[in-house]
């Protein structure tokens, strides 16, 4: 619930919703890739990517068949297989991106999506990313600047309220 004002998410009020309205909600309309991954760790980076399907009740050959193309399109082909305490901390960054992105929520909420990636690895992961999600829109939010260099609009919160915005161009030029 909003501390303030309503909230609307495709025209649906979400501040009054029930409980179990809003987790149908969250499971339909928005991705999430946490600050912490949230990685299963007995389950496969496949079957960690395919889970969210299960709870949408997408059948088990379509949800194999989008997981793996998901990890293929973020760079983790060959590691579909590794459970997460195989994996590095930027593979397990790109099972959290690819996971998000293989849902098909329109909406993509990001909390420090690159933190474990080096600027490199950053760079490279975001192309491929944001190529993927030109259809949808993504919240991101970082303490890097880099990360949202690519952002279409940028808001800067200075204790909770909104101190600058622009685009990643108009930021620089102010500083």
Request: aromatic letters at 8%; a positive charge.
């Amino acid at each position: 619930r909003p501390t303030s004002g309503i909230y609307y998410l495709d025209g649906r009020e979400v501040g009054n919703m029930n409980e179990r309205d809003k987790a149908k909600l969250r499971n339909a309309e928005i991705g999430f890739v946490f600050q912490s991954f949230n990685l299963l760790p007995k389950l496969t980076a496949w079957q960690n990517v395919e889970l969210p399907l299960a709870y949408c009740n997408v059948p088990l050959k379509e949800r194999r068949e989008r997981a793996r193309e998901a990890l293929v399109k973020i760079g983790l082909e060959k590691r579909l297989h590794h459970t997460p305490k195989e994996l590095s901390g930027g593979q397990w960054q790109k099972v959290a991106l690819a996971r998000a992105y293989m849902k098909d929520a329109p909406v993509l909420i990001l909390d420090e999506p690159t933190a474990a990636l080096d600027a490199k690895a950053e760079y490279e992961v975001f192309n491929r990313f944001i190529g993927l999600t030109q259809q949808k829109t993504s919240i991101i939010i970082s303490h890097r600047f880099s990360t949202v260099r690519m952002a279409d609009r940028i808001l800067v919160l200075k204790d909770g309220t909104v101190h600058e915005e622009g685009t990643h161009e108009e930021l620089m030029q102010l500083k």
